[in-house]
C-alpha cells in the first residue's frame, strides 16, 4: 500500500529530513585523505542521537553501524571500519539515515577526496544531475516509472551504467515502504504520483557495466567490472506543485573540492 501523508507529517519529515542534511553536510566537510570511514560513522551516530533521533541503519536487519560508507567501486551498503582510510583520489558515497519523532530521512552524497580523474569527476556531475532531473519528474499524474527513465536516459548517453539490482523506494513511519523506485525503465508505468507521496530517489550509477554483486560480509555490493560507482540520494515529498526535497541541505555540499 501506498500512503500519501498530510501537511503535518510532511513537516515531521522536513524536520527528520533536515537533521540528515545537516549531518551530510559536517561529514562532507571532514572527508579527506587520512580520515577514516570509521571516524565519519562515530560523528554521524553522536550527532544524530545528540538531536533526541535514531540512526535509521544501525540494527536494521542486523547492519552494525549508523552510516553506509562505500568507497570506489563499493556501490552501497559499504560498512565503515576504523582500518579503511580514504587516500587521494577515492571517491566515496555516504548514506545517512535517521528517524526523528516516527518520521525517517534518507540522503546520500558521493564526494570526491582530493583531486580525482576527470572519469570520477565525470561519473559523480553526471549521477547527480540525474538525482534532480529525476526529481523533476517527481509530480502528481506522473508515473514511477517516469522517474527512472529520467535517470536512464541521462546516465547512458555518458555511457555509464545504470544499477538494476537496488532501487529508490516509498519512505514515511518505516525505512523502506511501498512504491519501489527503479533508476531505469520505460516511461508511463507503474503506480501514478500522487500528493503526500514521499519517495526515497537514489541513483546508483556505474562508471562501466551495470552489474554488481555483494561481498561475504552480506552488505557491501560491488561492481563486477572494478569500475567507479556514484550513489546521490534525496527524500522527496510530491506536492501540488514543486517536488519538495525534505533532505535538502542548508549549504550546497560540492562534488568535487
Given at each position: 500500500?501506498?500512503?500519501?501523508?498530510?501537511?503535518?507529517?510532511?513537516?515531521?519529515?522536513?524536520?527528520?529530513g533536515?537533521?540528515?542534511?545537516?549531518?551530510?553536510?559536517?561529514?562532507?566537510?571532514?572527508?579527506?585523505?587520512?580520515?577514516?570511514?570509521?571516524?565519519?560513522?562515530?560523528?554521524?551516530?553522536?550527532?544524530?542521537?545528540?538531536?533526541?533521533?535514531?540512526p535509521?541503519?544501525?540494527?536494521?536487519h542486523?547492519?552494525?553501524?549508523t552510516?553506509?560508507?562505500?568507497?570506489?567501486?563499493e556501490?552501497?551498503?559499504?560498512i565503515?571500519?576504523?582500518?579503511?582510510?580514504?587516500?587521494?583520489?577515492?571517491?566515496?558515497?555516504?548514506?545517512?539515515?535517521?528517524?526523528?519523532?516516527?518520521?525517517?530521512?534518507?540522503?546520500?552524497?558521493?564526494?570526491a577526496?582530493?583531486?580525482?580523474?576527470?572519469e570520477?569527476a565525470?561519473l559523480?556531475r553526471?549521477?547527480?544531475?540525474?538525482?534532480?532531473?529525476?526529481?523533476?519528474?517527481?509530480?502528481?499524474?506522473?508515473?514511477?516509472?517516469?522517474i527512472?527513465?529520467?535517470v536512464?536516459?541521462?546516465?547512458?548517453?555518458?555511457?555509464?551504467?545504470?544499477?538494476?539490482?537496488?532501487?529508490?523506494?516509498?519512505?514515511?513511519?518505516?525505512?523502506?515502504?511501498?512504491?519501489?523506485?527503479?533508476?531505469?525503465?520505460?516511461?508511463?508505468?507503474?503506480?501514478?504520483?500522487?500528493?503526500?507521496m514521499?519517495l526515497?530517489?537514489?541513483?546508483?550509477?556505474?562508471?562501466?557495466?551495470?552489474?554488481?554483486k555483494?561481498?561475504?560480509?552480506?552488505?557491501?555490493?560491488?561492481?563486477?567490472?572494478?569500475?567507479?560507482?556514484?550513489?546521490?540520494?534525496?527524500t522527496v515529498?510530491?506536492?501540488?506543485?514543486?517536488?519538495?526535497?525534505?533532505t535538502?541541505?542548508?549549504?550546497?555540499?560540492?562534488?568535487?573540492?
Amino acid at each position: 500500500m501506498i500512503v500519501c501523508r498530510s501537511s503535518a507529517e510532511l513537516q515531521k519529515m522536513r524536520e527528520a529530513g533536515r537533521l540528515v542534511g545537516e549531518v551530510l553536510t559536517e561529514l562532507s566537510a571532514l572527508v579527506a585523505p587520512g580520515v577514516t570511514t570509521g571516524d565519519l560513522d562515530a560523528l554521524a551516530e553522536k550527532r544524530i542521537v545528540a538531536a533526541g533521533a535514531v540512526p535509521a541503519f544501525k540494527g536494521y536487519h542486523g547492519y552494525p553501524a549508523t552510516i553506509c560508507a562505500s568507497i570506489n567501486e563499493e556501490v552501497i551498503h559499504g560498512i565503515p571500519s576504523g582500518r579503511r582510510m580514504l587516500n587521494e583520489g577515492d571517491v566515496i558515497s555516504i548514506d545517512v539515515g535517521a528517524s526523528l519523532d516516527g518520521y525517517y530521512g534518507d540522503s546520500a552524497v558521493t564526494l570526491a577526496v582530493g583531486a580525482v580523474s576527470e572519469e570520477a569527476a565525470t561519473l559523480l556531475r553526471v549521477t547527480e544531475e540525474a538525482l534532480y532531473k529525476a526529481i523533476e519528474r517527481a509530480r502528481p499524474g506522473n508515473r514511477i516509472s517516469d522517474i527512472g527513465h529520467a535517470v536512464q536516459r541521462h546516465v547512458e548517453a555518458y555511457g555509464f551504467g545504470v544499477v538494476r539490482e537496488f532501487v529508490g523506494h516509498g519512505i514515511g513511519q518505516r525505512m523502506h515502504e511501498e512504491p519501489q523506485v527503479p533508476n531505469y525503465g520505460d516511461p508511463g508505468h507503474g503506480p501514478r504520483l500522487a500528493e503526500g507521496m514521499v519517495l526515497a530517489i537514489e541513483p546508483m550509477v556505474n562508471a562501466g557495466r551495470a552489474a554488481v554483486k555483494v561481498l561475504g560480509d552480506g552488505w557491501t555490493a560491488v561492481t563486477r567490472d572494478g569500475s567507479l560507482s556514484a550513489h546521490f540520494e534525496h527524500t522527496v515529498a510530491v506536492t501540488a506543485g514543486e517536488p519538495w526535497i525534505l533532505t535538502a541541505r542548508e549549504v550546497p555540499v560540492p562534488v568535487n573540492k
